[in-house]
Structure formats: structure tokens, C-alpha cells
């Protein structure tokens, strides 16, 4: 089984910049895609940016040209720099991972990381 955690979440002002991280841990044959998605006030949970373990990366368009996802598989972590952040970017973030165990297909979570913009 893999457990994801994540860091790196805070406040910061508009224009700033955080960098989250998560690292996954436990036993898998393979992890695949691994993403971010967030959750603001009210709102419900949506994906912010996926990469494969290819390094194939895809974002949502109200983040494009700002953050940037990467992962390191010998560490089995992804990153993800926010740069250029917004209000409307306050939110929980969490790590999602799609992996292979020996009896298949499986999707994680982590618990998530606050993340508050400031106007």
C-alpha cells in the first residue's frame, strides 16, 4: 500500500510564490500518473496538474504558465511551484497517486496542505 504526504503549504501574499511537495511511501510494483488537485472555500475539488511517470505534465487553465508540477521517481515525489499565486488560488491542495500493487489498480490520497493567498 502507498501513503502520500504532503508539505509545503502557508500563506502567502499575492504575486508570491510556495512550492508543495509529496512523497510517497510503502510498496508498489509501479506508480503512474501522480497529481495535485485543491479544493477551495465552497467549492469542490478539482485537478490542478497530473504528470506521468513519462514526465508528461498537464494542467488546468487557470493555472497555466504559473505552476509547474515535476516528480523525482527514484524518490518518489512530485512537486509542484506556484508561482504568480492568486486569492482565487486559497485552497487545501492534495497529492493524488494512480498505482500498481500486486492485486492492481489503485488511487491514493494524502491528507493535504492548506494553501492562503492574501490580496
Known amino acids: 500500500q502507498v501513503q502520500l504526504a504532503e508539505s509545503g503549504g502557508g500563506l502567502v501574499q499575492a504575486g508570491g510564490s510556495l512550492r508543495l511537495s509529496c512523497a510517497a511511501s510503502?510498496?508498489?510494483?509501479?506508480?503512474?500518473?501522480m497529481g495535485w488537485y485543491r479544493q477551495g472555500p465552497g467549492k469542490q475539488r478539482e485537478l490542478v496538474a497530473t504528470?506521468?511517470?513519462?514526465?508528461?505534465?498537464s494542467y488546468v487553465d487557470s493555472v497555466k504558465g504559473r505552476f509547474t508540477i515535476s516528480r523525482d521517481n527514484a524518490k518518489m515525489t512530485v512537486l509542484l511551484q506556484m508561482d504568480g499565486l492568486k486569492p482565487e488560488d486559497t485552497a487545501v491542495y492534495y497529492c493524488?497517486?494512480?498505482?500498481?500493487?500486486?492485486?492492481?489498480?489503485?488511487?491514493?490520497w494524502g491528507r493535504g496542505t492548506q494553501v492562503t493567498v492574501s490580496s
Open positions: 504528470i506521468s511517470s513519462g514526465g508528461i505534465s
Open positions: 493524488n497517486a494512480q498505482y500498481q500493487d500486486f492485486v492492481g489498480p489503485k488511487i491514493t
Open positions: 510503502g510498496i508498489a510494483l509501479r506508480i503512474n500518473d
